[in-house]
């Protein structure tokens, strides 16, 4: 993260992280898994020395020491014997195939600023329900090993410096529901697989993937998607993406390259409640079907090619508290929208508002072709009227 260093980069970064507290705190507060359950005697005693299960993870857990090259918080000093349970950042319980046997069930080395290398062994912790590494200076590849991992139901391994292509691994595991690999140096495409995968909070943003929205986007049965800052994915919003309603609460597109125009189908969100599209080449007009999201509480459209009128209807929505449609081309906007809590409506072309784009940009802007949104193959419908501008605002 210290590399980052442009201004947007840091806001992308900020908006990233002030966003993740309010999905984690949403719906994805670490579940425990049932295999989390205290464990009781006599399972307490067993170590790797008389239960084969804390044995295979002595194995792997002492395999990750020898691959870990700096621990300057001493996290796995007392990595050390056959008590497993006992090793820092390792949570043991009992077994869910065996009342009697304790094995381990989470691992969790959050904020370690650990250095090294994830070894293959890591596999041999096949009860492993949680894996936390995130924050942390690994290196190299995710270990394909972790697709022997049924029982995974959330990897967190962002901001380290992972790297390989995407760990289709992931999409092997049958469990899992929280994949969170953002900030790290992952590369290459993205495989379509993902949005068919059932997965509750999918974190790719981030990375240096080369990736085009897939009109199997809308098949992701996800509530939280954050796909933000790849700068090199690209496409268009598809008109399907209504087809996630029962589902989405979350969709955060930033800067993720996307220059269609947004679909009316998208209205069909209704329980979605944080929508961010802001930082891409977004262009034609504002669906004011919208103002049919119910749940909408935070809006985000900044720093795209928008233009036309703000539609009423949205600034109407009973749950808006903050809405950013700054840095576009909108020349107009209802009163409404002024009694939203929060709104940022500068850089634009609306007439009487401070803070507005010069009248020549906005001059050169109307003088530009009419944005088609069908020229994108994102519509199966026919093209909408070219947008109507008003006068340019007068000249500050
Ligand atoms: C398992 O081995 C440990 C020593 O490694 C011992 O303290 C414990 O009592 C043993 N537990 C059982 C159930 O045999
Ligand atoms: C993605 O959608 C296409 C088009 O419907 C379909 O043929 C394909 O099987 C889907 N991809 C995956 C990985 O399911
Ligand atoms: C996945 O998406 C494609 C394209 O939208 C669609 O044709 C296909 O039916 C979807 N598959 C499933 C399983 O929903
Ligand atoms: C409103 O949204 C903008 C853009 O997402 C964000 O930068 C800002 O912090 C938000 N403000 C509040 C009070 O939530």
Redesign the pocket.
């Known amino acids: 993260m210290t590399t980052m260093s442009s201004a947007a980069a840091l806001l992308v970064l900020v908006v990233v992280f002030v966003a993740s507290p309010l999905l984690v705190s949403s719906q994805l507060a670490p579940t425990m898994a049932p295999t989390m359950a205290p464990s009781m005697a ?1 399972t307490a ?3 790797a ?2 239960n084969s299960r804390l044995e295979k993870a002595y194995v792997a857990l002492q395999a990750l020491k020898r691959a870990i090259t700096d621990d300057p918080k001493k996290l796995t000093e007392n990595w050390c014997g ?2 497993v349970c006992s090793y820092r950042g390792v949570y043991c319980a009992t077994a869910p195939d065996d009342p009697c046997a304790r094995t381990v069930a989470s691992v969790d080395l959050n904020h370690g600023d650990l250095a090294g290398t994830l070894p293959e062994e890591l596999g041999l912790l096949s009860d492993l329900a949680v894996f936390h590494l995130n924050s942390n200076r690994f290196c190299g590849a995710l270990p394909d090993s972790l697709r022997s991992l049924h029982l995974l139901h959330e990897i967190d391994v962002s901001n380290n410096q992972l790297s390989g292509t995407f760990p289709s691994q992931l999409l092997c595991l049958p469990n899992v529901q929280y994949v969170d690999i953002r900030f790290n140096n992952f590369c290459g495409e993205v495989p379509k697989a993902v949005f068919e995968k059932k997965i509750d909070a999918l974190f790719i943003n981030n990375n240096h993937f080369e990736f085009t929205l897939p009109e199997n986007f809308s098949n992701s049965t996800a509530s939280v998607i954050v796909l933000a800052n790849l700068p090199r994915l690209g496409g268009c919003l598809p008109s399907s993406i209504g087809d996630m309603a029962g589902t989405l609460n979350e969709l955060v597109l930033l800067n993720s390259g996307i220059s269609s125009c947004i679909p009316p189908e998208i209205g069909k969100l209704d329980k979605l409640t944080v929508l961010d599209l802001s930082f891409n080449s977004i262009a034609g007009k504002l669906p004011d079907t919208i103002g049919n999201m119910r749940a909408l509480e935070q809006l985000n459209i900044a720093h795209n090619m928008l233009a036309g009128d703000i539609p009423e209807s949205i600034c109407a929505l009973p749950h808006l508290k903050n809405f950013t449609y700054s840095h576009n081309y909108f020349c107009g906007e209802p009163h409404r929208c002024l009694q939203v809590p929060r709104i940022d409506d500068r850089q634009n072309c609306i007439a009487g508002r401070p803070d507005q784009r010069s009248g020549e940009q906005c001059i050169e802007f109307m003088h530009r072709p009419p944005v088609h949104c069908d020229a994108h193959g994102c519509f199966a419908a026919p093209s909408p009227p070219p947008p109507a501008y008003a006068p340019p605002p007068p000249v500050y």
């Open positions: 006599p005693a067993q170590t020395t008389n056959p008590d």
